[in-house]
Structure formats: structure tokens, C-alpha cells
């Protein structure tokens, strides 16, 4: 059994609702319908993220201290999960702050206030970075960072500063290229380096590390609590979910 069909089998039995269940009634409800189904597709862009993640993971090349592009390769695609994974979380952020009266009105905070301990607690967190509250805990701090300083464009001035702390003397570093005549050829490292370091520069980088890679529990907890809100809402609407045979 291969790795993707290892991550089949542990999908659950398919299940629906009725489809009126994302229909609104009101203003205000369809702010709340619009929310819910924006919740759903981040947390499907995490999983795929995540999954993207493990699937690179198991073909990590041998222990060899020796440069090689097969290394290179797999070091660059590592890069560019973590950054498609910080422009998620930011993007969620922005859709969570700009939805800040719906998530404060009084059907969302009943709603969120049956999630479970761990899901609230995460929640919270969550609101607390995307409302840019005080927070000391180190990854609250690096959600922080991710919510106001990441960005997944190609900004030129942040990723010169990147190649200037990846490239800089203390480092000893070289810029390594693949330099073929196609794409399937060609690979430009010192641009992954410049990404890697734009990315980690100015935070605590083993705590980076541990969310990108899923080892924290915030991760986790964070995931939950997007997938309680999106479920409890369902649940909440007096809609039932149907098995499909």
C-alpha cells in the first residue's frame, strides 16, 4: 500500500445535509453561512498542506553530508510547503479579523462557546493573534509574526533580505543552481535559502519548525477548532447528516 492510499483508508464513510442547510435567511445569516464555508475551505488547504508535508517526509534522502540536487530538491519543496502553509494562516487571519462583528455576534458566540475545552482554548489564540491582542506564549507570538510580516507574494525587498542572511559571510553558504535547459532540469536553491531564511528570520526558529511540521500542539488544537465550528454549525441548524450508501 502506498503513501496515498494509506491517507484513503483513514478518510471516514461519506456523509451529506441538505444543501438549503447554506442558504440564508437573513443579512446577518448569510454573513455567518459565508464565514462557515470560508472556515471549510482553509481547513481543507491545511490538511492538504499537512498531508503534502508527510508525503515529503517519507522520501527524505539518506544521511550523506555531501551537496546533491536530489537533496536540494527536496529541501526547496520543504520551503515552499512551509510557505504556502504561512499564507493560509495568514489568510485566515485576515479573514478572521475582517469578520470580526460576526464572530462576536451573538449566534457565532453561542456557537463557539459548545466547543470543546481544547478547541475553545485554541480558538482564542487564534482570535487573540488576528485581533493582534498581547500575547506572550512563543507560538501565539509566531502566529503573530505569520499574521503581520509573512507574506506569500514576491515581495523583491524581503527576499533580497532573505538572500542577505542566507548568502551573508558568517554564514559560509554557497548559492547552488541546477542550470538545465528546461524545467524538469532546472532548480534555483539560493532562491529556496533566500525563502527559508525570509520565512524564519526574526523568530524563535525551532518553534517555526514544530508548526510547519505539525509537531505542536497548537497545530492540532487549531485544526479542531475549525473543524468543531464548522460541524457544530451544521448541528446547530437542526440539519442532519445523512449516510451515503
Excluded at 517519507?58 to 515552499?80: C, D, F, M, R, Y
Excluded at 515581495?155 to 541546477?178: H, M, T, W
Excluded at 520565512?199 to 526558529?205: I, M, N, P, R, T
Amino acid at each position: 500500500m502506498n503513501l496515498y492510499q494509506n491517507e484513503l483508508k483513514q478518510l471516514a464513510a461519506l456523509e451529506s445535509f441538505d444543501a438549503n442547510l447554506f442558504t440564508p435567511c437573513s443579512k446577518d445569516d448569510k454573513k455567518i453561512c459565508g464565514l462557515i464555508l470560508s472556515f471549510a475551505v482553509a481547513f481543507n488547504d491545511l490538511k492538504d498542506v499537512a498531508m503534502a508535508i508527510r508525503f515529503l517526509k517519507a522520501v527524505t534522502p539518506e544521511v550523506n553530508p555531501n551537496i546533491s540536487p536530489e537533496k536540494g530538491q527536496h529541501g526547496g519543496l520543504g520551503v515552499h510547503l512551509m510557505r504556502i502553509e504561512a499564507g493560509i494562516i495568514k489568510e485566515l487571519m485576515v479573514l478572521i479579523e475582517d469578520n470580526k462583528s460576526v464572530i462576536e455576534s451573538a449566534p457565532f458566540s453561542k456557537l463557539t462557546r459548545k466547543l470543546s475545552s481544547g478547541a475553545r482554548n485554541a480558538w482564542q489564540t487564534v482570535l487573540a493573534v488576528a485581533f493582534q491582542k498581547d500575547i506572550t506564549h512563543p507560538m501565539a507570538r509566531f502566529l503573530l509574526m505569520v499574521r503581520n510580516k509573512i507574506a506569500f507574494h514576491y515581495d523583491p525587498k524581503e527576499i533580497s533580505r532573505g538572500y542577505s542572511l542566507a548568502f551573508s559571510q558568517s554564514s559560509n553558504l554557497i548559492p547552488y543552481v541546477s542550470r538545465g535547459n528546461s524545467m524538469p532540469e532546472t532548480r534555483f536553491y539560493f532562491a529556496d535559502a533566500a525563502a527559508e531564511k525570509y520565512l524564519l528570520s526574526g523568530v524563535d526558529e525551532e518553534v517555526a519548525r514544530e508548526f510547519f511540521t505539525g509537531r505542536t500542539p497548537i497545530f492540532h488544537d487549531f485544526n479542531i477548532a475549525l473543524f468543531e465550528i464548522i460541524t457544530r454549525f451544521v448541528n446547530d441548524r437542526g440539519y442532519a447528516w445523512r449516510a451515503v450508501k
